[in-house]
């Protein structure tokens, strides 16, 4: 025969998180349980599980999955896995991605030398399958941002990947990449390479200015003709759909 089982939380309140799962089967008339048993692998709980629960402002944009992010249960497990991981026992959007700011920090060591080409973006799969003699991941604010990206999408917090143009305190002109993450109310700054959370005043206290931002989005691997397909290393200005917004009041 087939049985179906419902699934029925313990709480109405859950944190996000890794979740074990336990079978139990009860018994009429008594409701006598005949059997228990914990399954192999835990179950995840994240925001979009009702789709209702974190609506994305920008209809889904910020949820999406690219040649960048990944983590659809058919390639990108070990990401949701690991943003399970960053975000256990978070109960707020806010404080979800105020945790994985700081766990993407604390796994990765800034490497400038681990591209031929420093030109190219690497991919969350990637990232997490290249890592230094320490076990460390490796990469640069870009990377930072994109694995931190990829664990809020992958847990239904929205997210946006910000490459942003400025003079540092030396005088130079140079880059940054930086995120940002809806907590249901407002977008909220994130720099997981510099390991600063909803503090977008720090790049002009340390003596930055003339900040101009382009949203990054829609990855696609094959739009850069030099770049191998497939191959998780994107072009950082050819292979992404780029938004410009100018100079943004709250960093400026």
């Known amino acids: 025969m087939t049985v179906t089982v419902p699934f029925q939380p313990t709480s109405t309140q859950s ?7 336990a079978l139990e089967v009860r018994v009429d008339p008594d409701d006598t349980s005949t ?3 914990w399954m192999p692998y835990d179950g995840i709980e994240k925001y979009n ?5 974190l609506p994305d402002p920008d209809n889904g944009v910020n949820l999406n999955t690219s040649d960048i992010y990944h983590f659809p249960f058919n390639e990108g497990y070990n990401i949701i896995l690991e943003a399970a991981v960053a975000g256990d026992n978070s109960t707020t959007p806010y404080d979800t991605a105020n945790q994985i700011t700081d766990y993407v920090h604390n796994v990765m060591h800034f490497y400038k030398e681990h591209f031929i080409n420093k030109s190219y973006t690497a991919s969350d799969i990637w990232i997490t399958n290249n890592t230094n003699a320490s076990g460390y991941y490796i990469g640069v604010c870009d990377e930072y941002a994109i694995l931190s990206n ?4 992958a847990l239904g917090v929205p997210s946006k990947q910000y490459y942003m143009n400025m003079t540092n ?3 130079i002109q140079t ?11 407002e977008w909220i700054h994130s720099d997981p390479a510099w390991n600063s959370f909803d503090n977008p005043d720090i790049y002009v206290s340390r ?7 382009w949203n990054m989005k829609n990855a696609d691997d094959s739009l850069d003709a030099g770049d191998p397909t497939g191959d998780g290393l994107l072009h950082f200005w050819l292979d992404f759909e780029r938004e410009y ?4 009041d709250k960093y400026n």
């Open 35 to 37: 059997h228990f048993v």
């Open 15 to 21: 944190s996000i998180g890794i979740k074990p799962i």
């Open 49 to 53: 599980n009702d789709a209702n629960h």
């Open 175 to 185: 880059a940054h990449e930086i995120a940002e993450v809806w907590d249901g109310q």
């Open 169 to 171: 305190s030396s005088g």
């Open 150 to 153: 990829a664990f809020n999408r």
């Open 245 to 248: 917004l100018g100079m943004l």
């Open 207 to 213: 003596n930055c200015s003339n900040m101009y931002f």
